[in-house]
């Protein structure tokens, strides 16, 4: 494999980039739709316009151009989660309308690859290397949580901020989820009115 890797063309040139961007654009469509095992790499390099050849010199394999979609993925939702943490501060005023923001800005993160997210839900329960980086992300996700906790310092009711961050980012997580992947559960709206008040009077005692 790492013979293989020291192979990969790494681009520089802009058509080769735009090239590389779009075998994983092409890559990330067909998981969503077809899923990681059902799709190959034939299927990718015809979708993003190009010859099978040219995707083995961009990536070594399927699996390759996965991890990098994964990679991709979250960092689209950190960036999402990072601005929004930023913006509800304690200069943010309202907290009921900084914790509708944080809501808001997550189920945007969300639908930025919302088929995408389905398919590492199967692949999470499928590949132990896979599920290993997606641990290190939503770890990231929580100590990220917990840095923008600090900035409330006395007006947090809880003592424990480390286990009080891991509650709120997966309270948060979770419930975010049910928001863009089961609309037809219940009203998102009455979903998030009832989170946001869970997670002021658990935070703040409101």
Do not use: C
């Not at 390759?64 to 993925?73: R, S």
């Amino acid at each position: 494999m790492k013979e293989n890797e020291d192979k990969v063309r790494r681009p520089k040139q802009s058509r080769s980039i735009q090239t590389k961007e779009s075998i994983l654009k092409a890559s990330m469509e067909l998981f969503s739709t077809k899923g990681y095992h059902n799709t190959n790499t034939k299927e990718i390099a015809a979708l993003a316009g190009v010859s099978t050849g040219s995707f083995y010199s961009y990536y070594v394999d399927k699996r390759a151009v996965f991890i990098e979609a994964l990679n991709l993925y979250y960092q689209e939702f950190h960036d999402h989660l990072s601005l929004a943490l930023g913006e509800m501060s304690p200069g943010y005023g309202d907290k009921y309308a900084a914790i509708s923001h944080l809501i808001d800005s997550m189920v945007a993160a969300h639908e930025v690859f919302t088929q995408f997210h389905i398919e590492l839900a199967v692949m999470y329960h499928s590949d132990s290397e896979i599920k290993a980086q997606m641990d290190e992300q939503y770890q990231l996700g929580r100590q990220l949580t917990e840095k923008y906790l600090t900035q409330w310092g006395d007006e947090l009711q809880t003592t424990d901020l480390e286990a009080a961050s891991v509650v709120v980012f997966e309270l948060l997580t979770r419930v975010v989820d049910i928001i863009v992947y089961e609309p037809q559960l219940m009203d998102p709206n009455r979903i998030k009115k009832e989170l946001i008040t869970m997670v002021l009077g658990y935070l703040f005692g409101k």
